[in-house]
């Protein structure tokens, strides 16, 4: 069973930056997809974006898109989330995920906590 650690959430206000990480247990190159979603109080929990391990293709969210950048690094076992331009409907709990197969389900870290204030 992988392990996922996120870190990085914290409080900022309007037009702030904040870096997520997810420091994963095992080898990155033996997952298919790895993801941040993200829960707001009250509603679904929501992807907001993904990659796909070994196509440089990375999804987002109309959302976020040209705000926020996932990127990782296979030699650190980490995936990030690059969060620019903070707005205060980003407020919500962010989880890291990863399908180890790509008919598998997601396997969930505990979250960290993001905050924007206006």
């Known amino acids: 069973q992988v392990r996922l650690v996120e870190s990085g959430g914290g409080s900022v206000q309007t037009g702030g930056s904040l870096r997520l990480s997810c420091a994963a247990s095992?080898?990155?190159?033996?997952?298919?997809?790895m993801a941040w979603f993200r829960q707001a109080p009250g509603k679904e929990r929501e992807v907001v974006a993904h990659?796909?391990?070994?196509?440089?293709?990375?999804y987002y969210d109309d959302s976020v898109r040209d705000r926020f950048t996932i990127s990782r690094d296979s030699g650190k076992n980490t995936l990030y989330l690059q969060m620019n331009s903070l707005k205060p409907e980003d407020t919500a709990m962010y989880y890291c995920?990863?399908?180890?197969?790509?008919?598998?389900?997601?396997?969930w870290g505990q979250g960290t906590q993001v905050t924007v204030s206006s």
């Open positions: 995920a990863e399908k180890q197969y790509c008919q598998g389900s997601w396997s």
């Open positions: 095992n080898y990155m190159y033996s997952r298919c997809q």
């Open positions: 990659l796909l391990i070994g196509v440089n293709r990375p």
